[in-house]
């Protein structure tokens, strides 16, 4: 590490110095922090900047306060330091900023009360900007990340921007511009690694030789691949990542320029990537991408992702502007397959963004501001009930002669110095909420969140807080200076004037603020309720299949060791007539996709005897291939004619079975049974059977029609086995692995898993989503309880003199909780009605955060809103029990 | 005029270290011999202090580079100091005359 990433961070450093006022303090001090930083940083370097910015702050405001406290000028007159001289605007300044220092510092615990809300609203945005920051605005850390673009081949609704262009057009693309240089496609590759250890499944990419001098990154040994093995047959070489090199190869260098064995054919590695280098989405190795004849002319399967680098002096602009045209090129040249497909150019950040993160991010941008906007009531309430009982002292100096504009600047002033104090406090309350995020991330998903690792509180945060901090000072502390800034001068002087303190229009506004506090946790909560429903609905709802006892595994057949249909089949066979002898296991099916995987295969449909009626938008169904046990396997009922049997060969009957779904779709009132249905460009195939939907996956895909066919008349490359066994399926784990040794001790297995696990981890991430939801739905309800409870007491207390005097008339206990009950019931149903509107009216900002899983439900609304009336009735009790308790002889002489 | 503890306790730590007293290795001290956390906002307010009323005189070191450049600030104890520790200390002698035997455990 150089010396110079052991200075301190730089707006700490500064902000610090403008709280000392001698060069020689300034000095000191800082040179005193900066070299305990930098024994610090050597250690640990994130840490050591927290650890600076709390020194900083807190050095800073203790310094700031005993400057406050001290008699005004003294330190003026300090012998040893020359005093600070400003303009006579700063100096009044000066004078103001330490009047409402010393007013904070007179009330520590209304303070704390007051620094802890701001704290938690403006720690809650923090948190949620710091997850933007590094996730959306900068999740690359690559040198020159702003000259890198990715381009999308899409059509104008469609969101995708990875995985958009086909291979004829990348091509002609490529040839085309010259606004962008090493425009390079990325196909996904499985890879099956071989030799020296275990097989393993591993994370591939093929890529064209532009792929790392677009991106910027040069191997860290050996050599970048070269334009001429892109041809076929040329193709065999690759580039190792760091991370695999070091722990498969153990970091032997001499492995570049020798070969190792993928998909069952040797390649030769001619270089290693940099540390740390894993684009995209965690790749481990890469390959060239060579297209043969047939795959250069395809236009119509569209799945490489492009990436390119601007051409020096050129701009995101004229990249835009070159790729309209060419796009309208290709339109006109192809129109059968390119009409409507634009080409667009993104930043790299823009372009690898994950579509459901933008509605997620933005969720919870938006719960944060309420949580924030709930703080801002309450602080705004505290202020209020202290703007009261320092009404006498805002008289007296109004009445001799002090400006109004002066006293509301001397309060805005004091909210200012309240939210900047509180600033720390968010920091460590934002840095402890992403340290339990971070913590909370399986480890198999961090590779898909780009700058995920990047995540923490920075100078950026800080500055972020800070401003947001400015912000909600202006919010909370606006209404109450301008309040009291306009007391009724007279009748507040007159001595013992008890109306000083009440005030209808001040009342009013707190009754307001209380309303709107409800209002907007109504919302929040409503959220965190459907993100925990979506989350018990997706673990525990029917999935159309039955989930225990499910050992499940996936694997892929390379290219290399099965090239043909009858080795395939003759693997998958073998593999389940192995996994069926493991005792314990009742049923065993291998399948090309099973239920809750990761990915998905579709078709498009054409039945016989109905002709879409749209042909440019055909029906799909997703597309199952399987050996005959599945239906018993998962439990899927066959609910009309037969289910797969062992006479279904290669050679006879190419036959069906389609989901109930399908079934009502296409032949909604004739028997399906001896149907015809083609999927894809494949052969027909004969409806023999009909059975039960399943979920695939929450997001869209329920009960989606599905067409099965026989394995053994479509045997596909990659493919899941399940097994059901009688009693704990993971039990059957290392029995099912042995079996599947015997069959081919070359075949890597992975995600050897539970069925319940998979569904679990297939979670994730909205369980992340409601966790995160639930934090922000308990902050809104203690923070509104916590003003319900304030503003009972304080009205309480107001109306003591009232309720003596009401019980000397005759008004019982019950009377008295019964009207002060009334009154917080008035003000919370108030709240809850229009927070029950604000809920359906964000409704779909929650179920696009919620990626679709759930609509907003009236009935959740409704129990939500029950929920809080309750509980804040439950906070205005407490008070009002306090009120009955009064003795009247003493309330009455309170006068 | 009397010494407040923190001041005391400031002012014996500087003494100690002689030669070598900036604020680094007197909070070091101070925490090493009293065993008591000091915060850095509070010892620069009493070091300030202090200074203000003549008991402690400073001087500033060369330019250092392990400090991004910046001086140290070195702390005398004046003699006008050692009076004051002096004084403190004979009226807590007086103070702990005699009672010594009631605090013993």
Known sequence: MSSASHSPPRPAERLLALALRSDAQRESVLGDLHEEYAARAV???????????????????????????????????????????????????????????????????????????????????????????????????????????????????????????????????????????????????????????????????????????????????????????????RHRRVILGHGLWQRRFAGDP???????????????????????????????????????????????????????????????????????????????????????????????????????????????????????????????????????????????????????????????????????????????????????????????????????????????????????????????????????????????????????????????????????????????????????????????????????????????????????????????????????????????????IMPAAGGNSTRTIEIDGRPNPDPANPPAADYRTATPGIFETLGIPILAGRGFTEADREDGQQVAIVSQSFAQRHWPDVDPLGKQVQPGTGPWLTVVGVCGDVIHNWFGRRNYPTVYRPLAQAPPSSMALLIRGSGDPAALAGEARRAIRAVDPAQPLFEVMVMTEVLRERTTGVRYVAAIMTAFGGLALLLAVIGVYGIMTFMVTQRTHEIGVRMALGATRRDVVRLAVGQTSRLTLIGAAIGVVLSVALGRIVEAGLLGIISSDLRVVAVVAGTLVTVALAAGYIPARRAAAIDPVIALRAE | MYLGEFEQVVLLAALRLGDDAYAIPIREEIERRTGRTVARGALYTALERLEEKRYLRSRMSTPLPERGGRSRRYFTVTPAGVVALRHSRSSLLNLWQGIERLLEP
Not at chain 1, 81 to 108: C, F, N, W, Y
Not at chain 1, 133 to 161: C, E, K, W, Y
Not at chain 1, 267 to 275: F, K, L, S
Not at chain 1, 294 to 299: H, M, S
């Open chain 1, 43 to 233: 250690s640990s370097g994130s840490r050591a900047a927290l650890w600076y910015w709390l020194q900083a702050l807190s050095i800073g405001l203790r310094l700031c306060a005993s400057a406050a406290l001290e008699p005004p000028g003294r330190s003026a007159n300090s012998a040893s330091s020359p005093p600070h001289r400003g303009d006579s605007l700063m100096r009044t300044l000066d004078v103001e900023v330490r009047h409402a220092l010393r007013a904070l510092i007179k009330r520590p615990a209304l303070t704390g009360i007051l620094v802890l809300t701001l704290a938690l609203g403006l720690g809650a945005n923090a948190a949620i900007f710091a997850l933007i920051d590094a996730l959306v605005l900068r999740p690359f850390t690559m040198d020159g990340v702003d000259q890198i673009v990715v381009l999308s081949h899409t059509r104008d609704n469609d969101i995708d921007r990875q995985e958009t262009v086909s291979p004829a057009d990348f091509l002609d693309i490529r040839a085309q511009t010259d606004v962008v240089e090493h425009l390079a496609a990325a196909e996904w590759w499985s890879v099956n690694l071989v030799g020296r250890d275990e097989p393993e499944a591993v994370l591939g990419f093929q890529v064209s030789a532009g792929f790392l001098p677009a991106l910027g990154v040069q191997p860290a040994r050996g050599r970048n691949f070269l334009p001429d093995e892109e041809t076929q047959g």
């Open chain 1, 254 to 592: 001499s492995i570049v320029g020798s070969a190792i064995q993928i998909n069952g054919a040797p390649y030769d590695v001619v270089g290693i990537a940099p540390e740390g280098f894993d684009f995209p989405w965690g790749a481990q190795l890469w390959a060239p991408l060579s297209f043969d004849a047939e795959a250069a002319a395809r236009r119509r399967s569209r799945y490489l992702t492009l990436v390119g680098r601007l051409a020096p002096g050129r701009t995101l602009d004229d990249a835009r502007a070159q790729m309209a045209v060419i796009g309208a090129r290709l339109e006109e040249q192809h129109p059968d397959t390119n009409r409507g497909y634009h080409i667009r150019v993104h930043t790299l950040a823009q372009g690898m963004l994950d579509v459901g993160l933008g509605p997620i991010l933005s969720l919870w941008q938006a719960s944060a501001i309420f949580v924030l906007l709930i703080a801002c009531a309450n602080v705004a309430n505290l202020l209020l009930a202290r703007g009261a009982e320092r009404q006498r002292e805002m008289a007296v100096r109004l009445a001799i002669g002090a400006s109004r504009s002066r006293v509301v600047r001397e309060l805005l002033i004091e909210s200012t110095i309240l939210a900047l104090v509180s600033v720390p406090a968010a920091l460590a309350v934002a840095h402890v909420s992403l340290g339990v995020l971070r913590g909370a991330m399986p480890p198999k998903l961090v590779p898909f969140v780009a700058g995920w690792h990047s995540i923490d509180v920075d100078g950026r945060l800080f500055l972020f807080t800070a401003s947001l901090a400015v912000a909600a000072a202006l919010v909370f502390g606006l209404v109450p200076a301008i309040q009291a800034a306009r007391p009724r001068l007279a009748e507040s002087l007159k001595e013992g004037g008890r109306s000083a303190t009440t005030g209808a229009s001040r009342l009013r506004l707190r009754r307001g603020l209380v309303i709107g506090e409800v209002a907007l946790a109504l919302p929040l909560l409503v959220g965190c309720g459907l993100s925990i429903l979506s989350v018990q609905r997706f673990l525990n709802g029917p999935q159309g299949y039955n989930v225990d006892g499910l050992l499940t595994m996936q694997l892929v057949l390379s290219e290399g060791s099965y090239p043909e249909e009858a080795a395939r089949r003759r693997f998958a066979e073998r593999a389940v007539e192995q996994l069926q002898s493991i005792p314990g296991a009742l049923h065993a099916a291998a399948v090309n």
